[in-house]
């Protein structure tokens, strides 16, 4: 199965990311932790640290630097240039931008490319994909069986949030995520510009905004707070099977 | 403005932009985020379906998009950039449209044109330019705002956010002659502000203060001064608009 997570910056993309595929390694299953933003932290969210995750090498880095010969498969790739996280998860770095005029970004390893070209195989693929709607858009069906878009119960966030579903929903199956939904109030200002879909709402949760503050797995730092079980009901869901607790 | 996605970069913007321009100064506001967010924080509503700019582009023989004859960054101000409360002059390069970037194209290789020969154009010369940019590197790496001599990253007391500032600033510290300097943002006391520090690695030109009113203009999408104008983060704000220009 292949997961992309969408949404506008700071709508908790990373954190959804980071905590379900843990969840759904927890359950026994493979995991591919695909990091899609040019800003890469899923290290952060998968509890590999902020230190270690600014040292990850980016696929494209590692092949532009001759790290990899002969055009190698994306397979090849991801086993040369992931890293490992917590409970089993493989983690890999698509790109990342670290000087001025980086160089052509259609030309290249694209984060698009490994999205597509890397296959399920048994394992399931979750991909961080990058703020705002281009990756949506770029997105060809068959890249992800499903997209988690992230929602706020802000202005902005939702606007980006619904466009994001009407842009996937024509593509692949769409789950919209109510993000931070600290009362009644905040679900109906998500109903009202996202109206007649299913929410799985994640609660405004302490243990996420102090696991945010610290560079921690929320997943770590407590595995029963409610917005981390909202995400590992989530991830239950995805796999299609009940986790063990 | 620059940083992490969320961190609180169009609040900020919007928000200096209106206190620039209540000191009297002529703002313009830069809008090169492809997503909603500066018209929101600057009250100027909600954005426009089609970018004013792209009435500017055509394409050349080769296909590729180019101002039209006669279009300078003043007249493409005068012409294309929209109104905003207190005097602000708003360009905007457009947002992503449902069907593609094909609608938008025109609007932002205009919009990148304009912006490159704003920083020459001596009509500019005593006007306050405020650029909202959108979340990470790519725009700062990539050279669309060559018009800042100063880069005003915003964090929030978040391990991530503070990654992104950090990573944004060293960027924007390889351009020539430019500056990047810190703010911290939606700040709950002293100890969030030595966290920030403790972070980026060094010390902040302003902290702004978690601030129900702020919050509440976020969730309606309006501006903070309209909404919340004696606010303890707008006031923080006007603060770091008088030390910007007193640096």
Request: glycine share 10%.
């Amino acid at each position: 199965m292949k997961i992309a997570v969408a949404g506008k910056g700071g709508a908790g993309k990373t954190t959804v990311s980071g905590t379900v595929a843990r969840a759904l390694a927890r359950a026994g299953h493979s995991v591919l932790a695909l990091d899609a933003d040019a800003n890469p932290m899923l290290g952060v969210s998968l509890g590999v640290g902020p230190q270690q995750t600014e040292l990850l090498l980016g696929v494209r880095q590692g092949v532009e630097a001759g790290e990899i010969e002969h055009e190698p498969t994306v397979e090849g790739m991801v086993e040369r240039f992931g890293a490992d996280a917590p409970d089993g998860v493989r983690l890999v770095v698509a790109n990342r931008i670290e000087t001025e005029n980086p160089g052509c970004q259609c030309c290249g390893v694209s984060p698009d490319q490994l999205l597509r070209e890397l296959e399920d195989g048994g394992r399931t693929v979750i991909c961080d994909l990058e703020a705002g709607l281009g990756t949506v858009l770029r997105l060809a069906p068959g890249n992800a069986d499903v997209v988690l878009v992230v929602a706020n119960p802000t202005a902005k966030a939702l606007e980006v949030a619904r466009r994001a579903v009407a842009i996937a929903d024509d593509k692949t199956e769409v789950i919209v995520l109510a993000n931070r939904v600290r009362d009644e109030a905040d679900l109906d200002a998500i109903r009202a510009v996202i109206p007649d879909r299913e929410l799985i709402v994640i609660p405004e949760d302490a243990t996420i905004a102090s696991a945010d503050r610290d560079g921690v797995a929320p997943i770590d730092l407590d595995p029963y707070s409610p917005g981390v079980k909202a995400l590992v009901a989530l991830a239950d869901r995805l796999a299609g099977s009940p986790v063990p607790a | 403005m620059v940083g992490k996605g969320g961190a609180g970069k169009s609040v900020i913007s919007g928000t200096m932009a209106r206190v620039l321009a209540r000191d009297g100064n002529r703002v313009l506001a830069l809008d090169s985020d492809l997503l909603p967010g500066l018209s929101m924080s600057l009250g100027a509503g909600s954005d426009p379906t089609q970018p004013p700019l792209r009435e500017a582009a055509e394409k050349d023989e080769d296909g590729r998009w180019r101002l039209k004859k006669g279009i300078g960054p003043v007249r493409a101000v005068k012409r294309y950039a929209t109104d905003a409360p207190d005097g602000i002059r708003l360009l905007q390069c457009g947002k992503t449209p449902l069907e593609g970037m094909e609608p938008i194209m025109g609007s932002v290789n205009a919009f990148y044109r304009v912006v490159h020969r704003l920083a020459g154009a001596r009509a500019f010369a005593d006007w306050a330019l405020v650029g909202d940019l959108p979340a990470g590197p790519r725009q700062v790496a990539f050279g669309w705002a060559p018009y800042a001599d100063i880069f005003v990253a915003v964090v929030q007391p978040t391990a991530q956010s503070a990654l992104a500032a950090r990573r944004v600033a060293r960027v924007a510290r390889m351009r020539e002659g430019a500056r990047a300097v810190f703010v911290a943002n939606r700040v709950t006391g002293p100890a969030d502000v030595r966290h920030v520090e403790e972070l980026v690695g060094e010390s902040v030109l302003a902290a702004v203060p978690a601030d129900e009113g702020v919050a509440r203009a976020e969730r309606l999408g309006i501006a903070p001064l309209d909404h919340a104008p004696a606010s303890p983060a707008v006031a923080e704000i006007e603060r770091l608009v008088a030390a910007l220009a007193g640096s």
